[in-house]
């Protein structure tokens, strides 16, 4: 069991930046070729895939709506990933919600065994 503790995310006007951060934690995530990804839903709208990186460093995949973006990253030693978003939008406004997975390459959410709790970005115009 994979536990997941996201920090990060608040309120920004559009064009401002924002820095998520999600963390596992269990006996079993280093080196058992753990992928961690972002999610987000808007009121309304199904959850979609944001962007994943492997806790080693590759591979790490976008959305075509946030490429250029925003900016995942990943600390094996502390297995934490990091998503730098800039340029925010309106568009943005969702909760963010971090997912575990050990299918690297997969963007169904379905694939991700475990979930944090979300946190909400909010993006005024």
């Known amino acids: 069991q994979v536990q997941l503790v996201e920090s990060g995310g608040g309120l920004v006007q559009a064009g401002g930046s924002l820095t998520l951060s999600c963390t596992a934690s269990?006996?079993?995530?280093?080196?058992?070729?753990?992928?961690l990804g972002w999610f987000r839903q808007a009121p309304g709208k199904e959850r979609e895939f944001v962007s994943s990186?492997?806790?080693?460093?590759?591979?790490?995949q976008y959305a075509d709506s946030v490429k250029g973006r925003f900016f995942i990253s990943a600390n094996n030693n502390l297995n934490t990933v990091t998503l730098q978003m800039i340029n925010l939008e309106p568009g943005d406004t969702a909760v963010y919600y971090c997912?575990?997975?050990?299918?690297?390459?997969?963007?169904?959410?379905?694939?991700?065994?475990?979930w944090g709790q979300g946190t909400q970005v909010t993006v005024s115009s």
């Open positions: 990186i492997a806790l080693s460093g590759f591979p790490e």
């Open positions: 997912a575990a997975t050990r299918s690297s390459w997969t963007r169904g959410a379905a694939d991700f065994s475990s």
């Open positions: 269990g006996s079993r995530v280093s080196g058992y070729g753990y992928s």
